[in-house]
């Protein structure tokens, strides 16, 4: 059972970080294709940085050059830091799980979320 807990969102001016951390289940980082999504109220859940099946990590091009995926396999747990954040940043966060690295829908695990709010 894949289970997906994320933590570290919160309240930050614009131009300020945070760092989100997600503790994944055992194994869960070492054998799925590992991803943070995001949604904002009235918006569909966007990928914010993803590893897919040939192992690149792709990153939304809102997110380019501010904010880093990384995961430690040892710790379980995958974070994801945040720098220059934007009012449109704005948004619940998510921690998720691929089992093939293709993010069909259908079958990504997801965490339940972390909020991130961005004033300006």
């Known amino acids: 059972q894949v289970q997906l807990v994320e933590s570290g969102g919160g309240s930050v001016q614009a131009g300020g970080s945070l760092r989100l951390s997600c503790a994944a289940s055992?194994?869960?980082?070492?054998?799925?294709?590992m991803g943070w999504f995001r949604q904002a109220p009235g918006k569909e859940r966007e990928g914010v940085a993803i590893?897919?099946?040939?192992?690149?990590?792709i990153y939304a091009d809102s997110v380019k050059g501010r904010f880093t995926y990384s995961q430690d396999n040892a710790k379980n747990t995958l974070y994801l830091q945040m720098n220059n954040l934007k009012p449109e940043d704005t948004a619940m966060y998510y921690c998720?799980?691929?089992?093939?690295?293709?993010?069909?829908?259908?079958?990504?695990?997801w965490g339940q979320g972390t909020q991130v709010t961005v004033s300006s």
């Open positions: 998720a799980a691929d089992p093939y690295g293709t993010w069909n829908p259908k079958l990504v695990y």
């Open positions: 055992r194994y869960t980082s070492s054998s799925y294709f």
């Open positions: 590893i897919v099946s040939d192992g690149r990590t």
